[in-house]
Nanobody, 121 residues
Framework: QVQVVESGGGQVQAGGSLRLSCAAS????????MEWYRQGPGIARDLVAS???????KYADSVKGRITISRDNAKNTVYLQMNSLKVEDTAVYYC???????????????WGQGTQVTVSS
């Protein structure tokens, strides 16, 4: 069984910063891609940033230059450093981990329960 747990959400004023963490635990061979998504009220869940095991990153255009994704493979943890936050960044932020359970190249997707980020003006 694999568990993915986010933490670090909260309320902050516009222009402020937050750091989200997401830790994966359980029994598995490796974690390949780790991603952050967000879902605002009445909006579809969208990709914010992703990072591969080797450190290659991708970002949504709306967050480039303000948000940084990083990971600690030894801790099976991914981070999302969010700076210069805007009201429109308000959403539930979800972590997704692409997990390889055995040496066979089969990947499984696991989602966390989400953490709320609220940015006030």
């Amino acid at each position: 069984q694999v568990q993915v747990v986010e933490s670090g959400g909260g309320q902050v004023q516009a222009g402020g910063s937050l750091r989200l963490s997401c830790a994966a635990s359980g029994t598995f061979f490796s974690i390949n891609v780790m991603e952050w998504y967000r879902q605002g009220p009445g909006i579809a869940r969208d990709l914010v940033a992703s990072i591969t095991r080797t450190g290659s990153t991708k970002y949504a255009d709306s967050v480039k230059g303000r948000i940084t994704i990083s990971r600690d493979n030894a801790k099976n943890t991914v981070y999302l450093q969010m700076n210069s936050l805007k009201v429109e960044d308000t959403a539930v932020y979800y972590c997704r981990a692409e997990v390889q359970k055995t040496s066979a190249p089969n990947n499984y997707q696991y989602w966390g329960q989400g953490t709320q980020v609220t940015v006030s003006s």
